[in-house]
């Protein structure tokens, strides 16, 4: 009774003040909104100013180009200038475009990302699940090999390549790519699988599979995320890379950035605006695609594998 | 210690395990018979889950040997050793349903299917869990997901059951529920099982033996209601029953009419069971007594000893009420039933029987 005699009571009490009560009311024009909302609204355009310029100047003939007025849309759009970068562009002797860089680009790209993510999620598992003696020594080696710079190893690696007699083709840049990207990618399987609960790994030890078994079974179909991360590094890293290109390989097998190099920097003959910036966004256009394509994916498997270190 | 067990099913003879210059095991013996029910019973940090990933194979050794089945699996793999694991975590493979779980070791095995099939038919109706075979762990609670990870280790067809804190990770209710279904488990298919957990009540409930651990070191090994009415030591007499153990301080009289003292308290010791000669030398003590062997009022007359006192602090607890009060200066718990209307400040006189209560010596810690 003295309850029910409580909550009429408490009733009158709200009705009768008509002070706050539920869902706090939020003001869409806030002060604080306005200011979030506009500081980020100018970074973007700040940001996409230059991606425009280029879309535009690549859609716009050379006469109108002359004109100066690099922010005015097309008066009249013409596509031949991406026509041109893509299938007749010459660099050199070749003319035949960025489409040569492109498959080269491909035929790099896809054996060195799998190459790579093959040995580092390996690497990552021995070392985050089987603890093997030396482990911890091992680990900070390769991790070091992450802060040497790049220019040091150039030219013994040029040395190497020559030795074993694979300099200048596509299997050699294929393996230099692999193995520089190998610090950086086992650190990021060591710590997800780190990550995972160790009596899941004690489990399938108990039922009686082995280092392939475990990480073929129970592991790898748990690790979809942190592949996506390490694919997109690859993709995007080896796909942007020009030292590497230039210096490991010869001008028929130059990856698309250098062939791209190659087109912007020709010092013979007119300079082609639209033409150059049809060639960039084309070569920097996979990159994008992979972007947008598994952005989601990538926030969600670097937040996982930075969870434990 | 009890005697030696003619063939015992797990031996561990002369266990030691280091990480580095840390000793988390120590020279340890246990053998466990045929069809036992251990628990390894501590405090977390005392070495009762190491020893049971050693026993496990999940461990390397520092020194020793490890025998199942009158077997030297000292340097076998877990596979081979003839074991089952039940994990804390459950441990169940995230990607799997609850059928290939099941399986999973005895697809690694190559077991032949039809065999496959008839084992898991069997654990699921052990278990009760046939309506969840298509289910990924995800879909299931805690209770299923533990019942599961029992019948993994069930299908193995193994000799020796291991668990690991299996019901740490439940909540109450279910936790007492599962206990009941594991005792039962373990009366249908008589293993052996060694069983690890840091809840005195799993161990007094489950146990055959209870081998209670502190620093790596088993301090006592024995049936149930022994350790409880018989502790070895200050620490299990402390570690077992709740409410704790009382102690008080004191010093022991030796003679043949032994008796303890304690701030005007003289409790005579005729009745106590010393542990051989323990008697004989008068030194410092300390006198435990637990909570539900005190009396009240009359009752406390009739016992060989009785004191005057008043009461401190109420706490009731529903099923029955613990009061504090003092003896001897200092503070003493202990239980009356429920419907006893007692009230801070009351007069009362408390009781117990010399013969229930332990002494142990002020220095070692050890039993008298």
Redesign the interface.
């Known amino acids: 009774m003295a309850d029910v005699s409580l909550a009429t009571e408490a009733a009158t009490i709200r009705s009768a003040a008509s002070g706050p009560s539920g869902p706090k009311p939020r003001h869409r024009l806030s002060r604080r909104n306005i200011f979030l909302y506009g500081t980020l609204i100018v970074v973007a355009l700040y940001y996409l100013l230059p991606l425009y310029v280029m879309v535009v100047t690549s859609l716009k003939g050379m006469p109108e180009i002359r004109l100066g007025n690099i922010f005015s849309p097309p008066l009249e759009i013409t596509f031949e200038p991406w026509v041109k970068a893509w299938a007749t562009a010459c660099t050199g002797l070749n003319c035949d475009g960025l489409s040569r860089g492109f498959w080269n680009s491909v035929r790099i790209t896809v054996p060195s990302v799998l190459l790579s993510i093959a040995i580092a999620s390996v690497n990552g598992y021995a070392l985050a699940n089987w603890r093997f003696k030396g482990a911890d020594t091992f680990f900070i080696i390769l991790i070091v090999g992450a802060f040497i710079p790049y220019q040091v190893m150039i030219y013994p690696i040029v040395i190497i390549l020559r030795e074993i007699g694979i300099y200048g083709t596509l299997t050699g840049l294929v393996i230099v790519h692999s193995i520089f990207g190998m610090p950086i990618l086992t650190l990021l399987f060591r710590n997800y699988f780190t990550s995972m609960?160790e009596?899941?790994f004690?489990?399938?030890?108990?039922?009686?599979?082995g280092f392939w078994?475990i990480y073929l079974?129970?592991m790898l179909?748990?690790s979809l995320p942190i592949f996506v991360v390490a694919i997109i590094l690859q993709v995007t890293g080896i796909w942007n890379d020009f030292l590497f290109g230039v210096v490991y390989t010869r001008p028929d097998t130059y990856p698309m950035t250098v062939q791209l190099n190659n087109i912007v920097n020709s010092v013979q003959g007119v300079k082609e605006y639209n033409v150059n910036m049809a060639a960039t966004i084309l070569t920097g256009l996979v990159p994008l695609i992979v972007y947008f394509v598994s952005g989601k994916l990538f926030v969600r498997g670097i937040a996982a594998g930075a969870v434990k270190g | 210690m009890a005697a030696a067990i003619a063939d015992p099913s797990v031996s561990i003879q002369d266990l030691s395990l280091n990480f580095g210059s840390v000793s988390v095991l120590q020279t340890l013996n246990l053998d466990v018979a045929e069809g036992e029910f251990i628990v390894l019973l501590g405090p977390s940090g005392c070495g009762k889950s190491t020893l049971l990933?050693c026993i496990?194979?999940?461990l390397d050794i520092s020194d020793g040997r490890i025998f199942i089945k009158g077997k030297n699996v000292t340097w076998e793999?877990?596979?081979d050793r003839g074991?089952?694991?039940v994990?804390?975590?459950?441990?169940?493979?995230?990607?799997m349903t609850v059928e290939k779980n099941l399986s999973?070791?005895l697809r690694?095995?190559g077991v032949p299917k039809e065999e496959i099939a008839k084992r898991i038919a069997r654990a699921a109706e052990i278990l009760q869990i046939e309506p969840l075979l298509q289910r990924k762990p995800s879909a299931l609670s805690g209770g299923q997901r533990q019942r599961v990870a029992i019948g993994?280790a069930l299908v193995?067809d193994v000799d020796v059951f291991l668990f690991?804190e299996p019901l740490s990770n439940l909540d109450a209710k279910l936790r007492s529920e599962l206990r009941v279904e594991i005792k039962l488990l373990h009366r249908k298919l008589e293993n052996t099982m060694i069983y690890v957990t840091h809840d005195q009540i799993e161990a007094m409930t489950l146990a055959d033996r209870i081998a209670v651990m502190r620093g790596g070191v088993i301090q006592q090994l024995d049936a149930p209601q022994t350790i409880y009415n018989r502790p070895v030591n200050r620490f299990v007499a402390g570690f077992l029953g709740s409410p704790a153990m009382n102690f008080l301080k004191g010093e022991l009289e030796a003679g043949d009419a032994p008796v303890f003292k304690a701030d005007g308290v003289s409790v005579p010791l005729g009745r106590y069971q010393f542990e051989g000669d323990g008697g004989r030398a008068a030194r410092p003590c300390i006198f435990g007594i637990r909570p539900e062997h005190i009396a009240l009022g009359d009752a406390a007359k009739a016992m060989p000893f009785s004191a005057e006192s008043t009461v401190e602090i109420v706490d009731p607890m529903g099923s029955d009420t613990l009061v504090w009060t003092k003896l001897g200066g200092q503070i003493v718990s202990f239980r009356v039933e429920a419907d006893k209307t007692l009230r801070n400040g009351d007069a009362i006189r408390i009781g117990f029987d010399p013969a229930r209560a332990s002494l142990f010596d002020a220095e070692t810690d050890s039993r008298l």
Request: hydrophobic fraction near 40%; glycine fraction near 12%.
């Open positions: 609960p009596e899941l004690r489990a399938a030890r108990v039922d009686g599979a078994g079974r129970i179909p748990m | 990933n496990a194979g999940l793999e877990p596979k074991i089952g694991m994990f804390q975590s459950y441990a169940l493979y995230p990607q999973f070791g690694v095995a993994r193995r690991d």
